[in-house]
């Protein structure tokens, strides 16, 4: 369908003084036509939309109606359509349907050996527990921690948790999750205002609570030690500004917010949040006590398959929405 | 096509001043120069990790065990200052890895396909060049530029991991990432010297094949190249991952292969043998195409199954890539184990098939004894040796006692340097001639094949014993009972490196006063012996055109043989061609 | 190649080329330069082999930290970003169809898009993918630092996941740079109907980037 | 289990035979299994001989038969000859499936271990191994090989033994040469060993010890006292770093009722001073990189470093009192002592043996308040030279 190569031939007769007596230079190029190109990622991106679709599916029905399909169901769906568009990229974008048979030839092979490698060696890791089943799993579930400094000889995934914890109890953490949890109260006091100098500093408060709830903040860097200050002269200029203009209550809470930052009055303003609820909720969640239930022994089990992150955004919901942001990476 | 070469000249010619010559063999795409460098850099090479190898025997010429009172004696190369047993001990696991690395993937992996096969690839297809002829040249400066890196890695103070980087000991071990990555890097880089070469020889033994030669009537060194060019390609790129994912694993700690992390170490080693035991059969095939043609060419003698030999070489680089789990008998599953070792086995056919098909081909030839054919016959001799003792460590229950002892050790420098650096040896004084235009002096080859031989045997029987006595591999200090069977196989590498050292003198002797060399000093019938010795710098004058077999020594004459000299036998001569088609001599 | 008749100095690159001189026709080169750049492929794919034999393997060892693991990635980002190498390859044989027709602006309009796609690829995945999830500590390895990991084995997910994305990013930077300088040679007037053999082969190599996605989406992103 | 019934006769050997044996193994098998490996590998040895032999007798022979002659040229013969070539690629593949299977049989009886086999617990650590006895026990006692003390592992002959074996950081390999079999140690999971040993058959008997030459009371020891014993050396057959070599094990095969009788004595020892267990503690698990007399190793030395002050490559400083000592052992890589590598494996201790090793630390002090508040108490507590195992 695609070799025309003799009709191209007119088409560049003038400039190609060996176009006639050459012809076998042209033999072995093949021109494929604009149209199967467009049909083809047409499909290609229909078949991305299936896969997927297939996915979102298979959730969904564990979600409404229960049903949990075998693990096999997804990946052998995922991968065979894969393939598909794999065959479908290479036939035709890459032009291996009208070329030198060698290079699939070249390609199988390659298939092949990498076929051989997957086979091979999982022959070795998955029959481990053929005589002595402790022979199979690891010693530590996570791994030794032997000789990882940061781990100091805990499984990685536990000594993150400690650390996570030891973040939680220092002082200035707890003053920044106390301001937020303030923060996020002014911003709902200025939306009850409803004037548009109240939506632009519940805006201006937003952006800090945000800032400084991001959840990088503090598990990653600690907060450094002027950027509550810099935060509350943020807000009082900003409040200054409002009170130019002649909008003194939004003004008002945005010194109130301000005075927050700066972290007078914060006992009181934990007393009134339940902050301490907040703590808990993710201390438990560092613990893995709400995972347990979840992952009660048999993680890999296909009947177990309810979404640990769903219990995760409910806690940091009462520490802020944003908080819940950056995690999962939408 | 021009068809027409500027001028005539051997490729060796000088062009112009001595700025003007290393430029042009710097920037040279010219297959045969690209292959000399590689010669002589491999060779170079060769002398450093024999060097090594070397101190590695003097360092095990004594039991050396730390006394009672805190001192210790006989350890030859320990640091002046090294107050403890493991520092002492350090630089011998520093030593051996230098001589492993270097001789793994510095020297025996480039070995005959780089050089040899690089200068007799085109030759032997009756082709210009390779198809790819820059990149060539490329893959020789990736040869380069990884070597430097190696070779950086070991003027910054050496890694100790052994060759073979097993983790977690290679990323945990000494304190700054540098050396080792470097190391890593350099093997990594050399892994695409690798990959380019053999897909260059790919590519040109499809493509650029003389008109009138089949795929049956390629020589059998081309088979075996183009076989190894095959496992280059395929398996190189794993051992390409898996040095990234060590280095990854190093530098960051990502944890795929560390067992601290949760990973684990036996998926490191499938990763690492999945190319490097492929990787054998890169070295020793194109040895086994070199000897093919040594012996056809030397006893003038038609080669015994032809398709045999050929398809064979297929058959084991096919094989080659479900074998590799031999080397993990002691860390693997049980049923991994036993599928291993069966088909470990099946190994053993196609390259007992060769040595049947080698030594027929002897049987009613003419066969003459000179420097490359002796080579090729201590091949086969130390080949089976090598051979015959991969059974016991093949078989299950012997491989439990055997494994990573001497007796392994011993078993693949019979296989890698009985197989392939012999063969190297044989092919070179083979294709000497052709090379560089001159010969060499016969006697002295032969004296420094023998000496080599004797001076191999001494070193490595030796240590069959040893591990077959309990003696662990990579000891810096062992027990006294060992004493005088490591004693024995040190003198042997003294031996041994002094039959590398008449070669030497032998070598620098040709280039000073050797004998001008006629284009076919030994009847070979192969294209090679078509060109002028040295080749000009497009291999021929006319594209040759093929009309006989490599091996139809019964039937046709050699090229720039008289046929007087050589009379065909009678009854095969009756309304055959009688002369090999030479085109510069009919033209 | 060396003496280029002088009639023929009027004629654009591409016309005035002549194959190299140890082969005996342009067309065996194109030949054996294809035959040549898939053997490189299949070393590619043997690359990323390493990669799709660590997945397969732990995920098999450890299908808890693989199931949590793509649920904390985002699949509206993979599958934008399949789609973008999608069009971008359409692109890439679009414009390989554009030079051998003839029409060199359309073929480099097609080649910016291709660059373009691809350099949006890079964004979207540092973006949105790479810096927030590495900045609250979802890191492979020994960096781990995600306190509400439920499987222990979770770093090891982040370890393939980064690795094996890392390495195709860099194949796609490599892609991108093979294919800035087809653009710029064709400026110079280097390909056209009866030669684009560098194109032909850069589009393969963009190919192949795109091929190793369209595995890499599914396995990292929608496996559970 | 199928272990071969063999006899082990060497009279019942031909003189050729056991000549070969001696050369390539010069000690005696010690366990059944091992008696079956060596008749597999005699086997091998004069049925890769023959084949070598035949090959290099054809060789040499068609070598000078058909040396270059002048005026004699090579006679035609045929290219090929298909039933000569399927003869010799059918020959061997059936040699080869007999070989396998022959290997597989003696390989299963090798790694799988009677159901009734005793379990022990045996742990690699750069570069020392220790062992855990069912009854909770770990062996104290060592030999010297060299300058350094390598343990003693006292095994009953003929009873069945699994070790399931697990290293601390890197991978090791457990091979006894004896037994003609070799494992992998590695970190993440548990790996077997199993052996039966042959009675001791020589006639080395277990001596009386010095201490009892001396009067002291060590009960423990005498229970082994004149009791016939073989030994076997355990080698690190993976490489594992500096003192790879020196990573050395005895296994002591005594009579079944002196183990147990043996055993029940160490799982209760008699009561140690800390500093006494802290020295036990030191040579069996500490003396490969930590020296007691000032000498710099792999690790820093333990001479007087109680109450100094340790510079760690972080830059920061600590002075060294029980609570560091203590978190050294715990977090080996928490704090790197400058100018060391960060290579200490993690060694599980009980807290006895922990305060054992603060104990021992705190007698090396050169400073005598220090010392005298281990070694206080009256003269019969002081350090003795009584935990090594009888030469």
């Known amino acids: 369908m695609a070799h025309h190569a003799p009709a191209a031939s007119d088409h560049f007769d003038e400039t190609d003084p060996h176009g006639h007596s050459k012809h076998g230079q042209h033999e072995s190029h093949v021109i494929v036509g604009p149209f199967i190109l467009r049909t083809i990622l047409v499909v290609l991106l229909l078949f991305t939309a299936l896969t997927v679709g297939i996915a979102q599916l298979e959730i969904a029905i564990q979600n409404w109606f229960g049903i949990y399909l075998p693990w096999w169901v997804n990946v052998v769906g995922a991968m065979s359509i894969a393939t598909i568009k794999s065959i479908l990229v290479m036939a035709y974008f890459m032009q291996l349907k009208y070329d030198n048979p060698i290079n699939t030839v070249a390609m199988l092979f390659c298939f092949f050996a990498l076929g051989l490698f997957l086979l091979f060696t999982g022959l070795d890791l998955f029959t481990r527990d053929k005589i002595y089943d402790y022979k199979a799993g690891p010693v530590v579930a996570g791994g030794t921690g032997a000789g990882v400094v940061s781990a100091g000889g805990k499984p990685i995934v536990e000594a993150s948790k400690d650390r996570f914890l030891v973040k939680l109890a220092e002082p200035d953490v707890r003053e920044a999750m106390i301001t937020v949890n303030a923060l996020r109260h002014e911003v709902h006091e200025l939306g009850k205002l409803g004037t548009d100098a109240a939506r632009q500093a519940a805006a201006v408060i937003s952006a800090r609570a945000d800032y400084l709830s991001d959840l990088k903040t503090i598990i990653v860097k600690q907060i450094e030690p002027g950027e509550l200050a810099r935060s509350a002269k943020h807000l009082r200029d900003r409040a200054a500004e409002l009170r130019a203009g002649a909008a003194s209550p939004a003004a008002d809470l945005l010194e109130k917010a301000a005075q927050h930052v700066a972290g007078v009055n914060l006992a009181e303003a934990a007393a009134s949040y339940s902050i301490d609820a907040t703590f808990a909720t993710l201390a438990s969640f560092a613990h893995g006590d709400h995972g347990q239930h979840a992952h009660s022994g048999e993680a890999a089990s296909t009947s177990d398959r309810s979404r640990p992150r769903a219990g995760l955004t409910d806690a940091l919901e009462v520490f802020g929405p944003a908080a819940a942001k950056p995690q999962g990476g939408h | 096509m021009s068809g027409h070469s500027e001028h005539h000249g051997s490729y060796l010619e000088r062009k112009g001043g001595m700025i003007a010559t290393i430029w042009d063999w710097a920037t040279t795409v010219d297959h045969k120069k690209i292959g000399v460098m590689y010669l002589f850099a491999i060779l170079f090479m060769f002398f450093l990790g024999g060097m090594a190898a070397i101190a590695v025997r003097m360092e095990l010429w004594e039991p050396v065990r730390q006394a009672a009172d805190g001192s210790f004696t006989g350890q030859l190369f320990r640091p002046a200052d090294a107050v403890s047993m493991s520092e002492g001990n350090n630089f011998y696991n520093r030593l051996f890895t230098l001589h492993g690395a270097i001789m793994v993937f510095m020297v025996i992996v480039p070995s005959i396909p780089a050089s040899l096969g690089n200068f007799l690839l085109p030759l032997m297809l009756g082709a210009k060049d390779v198809a790819f002829p820059r990149l060539n040249l490329l893959s020789w400066y990736i040869y380069v530029f990884g070597s430097i890196f190696a070779v950086c890695s070991i003027i910054l103070g050496g890694v100790d991991t052994g060759w073979t980087f097993y983790t977690p000991y290679s990323t945990t071990t000494d304190a700054d990432h540098i050396k080792v990555v470097l190391m890593v890097l350099g093997a990594f880089i050399l892994g695409f010297s690798s990959i380019l070469t053999g897909l260059n020889f790919i590519v040109t033994v499809h493509k650029l094949r003389a008109p009138g030669m089949g795929w049956f009537d390629m020589p059998l060194f081309i088979w075996a190249i183009y076989s190894s060019a095959i496992i280059q390609v395929l398996a190189t790129p794993v051992i390409g991952i898996t040095l990234l994912l060590l280095v990854f694993e190093r530098v960051f700690r990502i944890g795929i292969f560390d067992p601290a992390l949760g990973g684990d170490p036996v998926l490191y080693q499938h990763f690492f043998w999945f190319y490097s035991h492929p990787v054998v059969y890169v070295m020793i095939l194109p040895g086994m195409g070199v000897i093919s043609d040594v012996l056809a060419v030397q006893s003038h003698k038609r080669i015994f199954g032809y398709r045999a030999i050929a398809f064979s070489s297929l058959g084991i680089a096919a094989v080659s890539f479900i074998v590799w789990g031999h080397h993990m008998f002691t860390s693997m599953s049980e049923l991994a184990s036993a599928v291993f070792s069966a088909l470990t086995f099946l190994v053993a056919i196609p390259t007992a098939v060769k040595v049947f098909n080698w030594i027929a081909t002897l049987y009613k030839g003419s066969i003459t004894i000179n420097t490359p054919m002796l080579y090729a016959l201590i091949f086969l001799f130390l080949f089976s040796i090598g051979g015959l003792t991969g059974l016991p460590l093949g078989t299950l229950s012997t491989d439990l006692h055997l494994h990573d002892s001497y007796f392994v050790v011993a078993h693949f420098h019979y296989v890698m340097m009985g197989g392939t650096i012999i063969a190297l040896m044989a092919g070179i004084h083979h294709w000497w001639p052709k090379m560089f235009g001159r010969m060499y002096n016969e006697t002295g080859g032969m004296i420094g094949a023998i000496v080599v031989f004797i001076g191999f045997n001494i070193t490595f029987l030796t240590q069959f014993l040893l591990g077959t006595q309990g003696m662990p591999r990579r000891y810096a200090s062992y027990f006294d009972e060992y004493t005088s069977l490591h004693q024995l196989s040190t003198i042997g590498s003294w031996v041994l490196l002094a039959g590398f050292l008449i070669h030497l003198f032998v070598f620098l002797a040709s280039f000073a006063s050797g004998k001008k060399a006629p284009p076919n000093p030994w009847g070979g019938l192969t294209l090679e012996w078509v060109a002028t010795s040295p080749p000009i710098e497009h291999n021929f004058e006319h594209e040759p055109l093929v009309k006989h077999g490599p091996y139809d020594f019964d039937t046709v004459v050699p090229p720039h043989w008289d046929p007087k000299d050589y009379p065909i036998p009678e009854a095969q001569a009756g309304g055959r061609p009688a002369v090999a088609h030479s085109p510069d001599r009919n033209a | 190649m060396s003496s280029i008749p002088s009639q023929n100095a009027s004629k654009p690159l591409w016309a005035r080329y002549t194959h190299a001189s140890h082969f005996r026709t342009a067309a065996e080169e194109f030949d054996a330069c294809k035959l040549g750049f898939w053997l490189f492929l299949t070393t590619e794919v043997l690359l990323f082999g390493g990669i799709f034999c660590a997945y397969f393997i732990f995920r098999t060892l450890y299908p808890g930290a693989w199931k949590e693991g793509s649920q904390l990635l985002d699949w509206r980002f993979g599958g934008l970003n399949t789609a973008v190498l999608l069009i971008s390859s359409y692109t890439m044989a679009a414009s390989i169809y554009c030079f051998q027709k003839g029409y060199t602006r359309r073929a480099q309009w097609n080649l910016i898009i291709t660059l373009i796609c691809g350099a949006a690829f890079l964004f979207i995945k540092l973006a949105y993918e790479y810096i927030p999830k590495w900045s609250v500590g979802k890191r492979p390895g020994a960096l781990f630092d995600y306190p509400f990991a439920a499987d222990p084995h979770l770093p090891l997910w982040w370890s393939v996941y980064y690795s094996g994305t890392a390495i195709h990013a860099a194949h796609v930077i490599i892609g991108m740079v093979l294919i800035a300088r087809v653009l710029y040679r064709s400026y110079k007037g280097h390909y056209g109907p009866t030669h684009y053999t560098m194109v032909e082969i850069t589009g393969l190599y963009w190919h192949l980037v795109d091929l190793i996605w369209i595995f890499l989406f599914p396995l990292l992103y929608l496996i559970h | 289990m199928t272990v071969h019934e063999h006899t082990t006769n060497p009279a019942a050997l031909t003189l050729a035979e056991g000549f070969f044996h001696r050369m390539f193994f010069q000690r005696a098998p010690g366990t059944a299994n091992a008696v079956a490996t060596d008749d597999m590998y005699m086997w091998l040895w004069w049925f890769c001989l023959a084949w070598f032999v035949f090959l290099m007798g054809l060789l040499g022979f068609f070598v000078i038969r058909y040396r270059r002659r002048p005026g004699k040229i090579a006679q035609t013969s045929t290219s090929h000859n298909t039933p000569l070539e399927i003869a010799w690629t059918v020959i061997p593949t059936l040699f080869l499936v007999y070989i396998f299977f022959k290997g597989f049989w003696g390989y299963m009886d090798k790694v799988v271990s009677p159901g009734h086999a005793i379990e022990m617990n045996i742990t690699g650590v750069k570069w020392n191994w220790s062992l855990q006895y069912p009854n909770g026990a770990e062996s104290t006692y060592t030999t010297r090989l060299g300058a350094k003390e390598i343990p003693v592992f006292y095994m009953p002959a003929e009873t ?232």
């Not at chain 4, 999971?189 to 020589?202: C, L």
């Not at chain 4, 009067?215 to 016939?228: D, H, N, Q, R, T």
């Not at chain 4, 052992?329 to 305060?355: C, F, K």
Request: charged fraction near 25%; proline fraction near 8%.
């Open chain 4, 160 to 391: 069945p033994i699994r070790l399931r074996m697990i290293s601390q950081d890197v991978m090791h390999a457990l091979w006894v040469p004896d037994f003609r079999i070799k494992q992998d140690v590695l970190p993440n999971r548990y790996t077997t060993f199993w052996f039966q040993a042959n009675a001791p058959s020589g006639d080395k008997v277990h001596p009386m010890n010095d201490l009892e030459a001396k009067g002291s009371k060590a009960p423990f020891i005498a229970e082994l006292a004149g009791v016939p014993y073989e030994d076997h050396i355990i080698y690190c057959a993976e490489y594992c770093g500096d003192e790879h070599s020196e990573m050395a094990a005895v296994i002591r095969v005594v009579s079944d009722d002196a183990f147990a009788r043996w055993l029940d004595v160490i799982a209760n020892p008699t009561d140690k001073s800390p500093v006494e267990l802290g020295e036990i503690v030191w040579k069996l698990k500490c003396a490969s990189c930590h020296s007691i007399d000032g000498s710099r190793n792999t690790g820093p030395t333990w001479k007087n470093i109680f109450n100094t002050n340790r510079r760690f490559t972080d830059g920061s400083s600590a002075v060294a009192d029980e609570e560091y000592i203590r978190n050294s052992i715990l977090y080996p890589a928490r704090q790197v002592v400058e100018g060391y590598p960060n290579n200490m494996p993690l060694i599980p201790l009980r807290e006895r043996q922990l305060e054992g090793v603060i104990a021992f630390i705190k007698s090396l002090s050169d400073d005598p308040l220090v010392r005298a508040s281990v070694l206080a108490p009256p003269a019969e507590q002081k350090k003795e030279e009584g935990q090594d195992a009888p030469q």
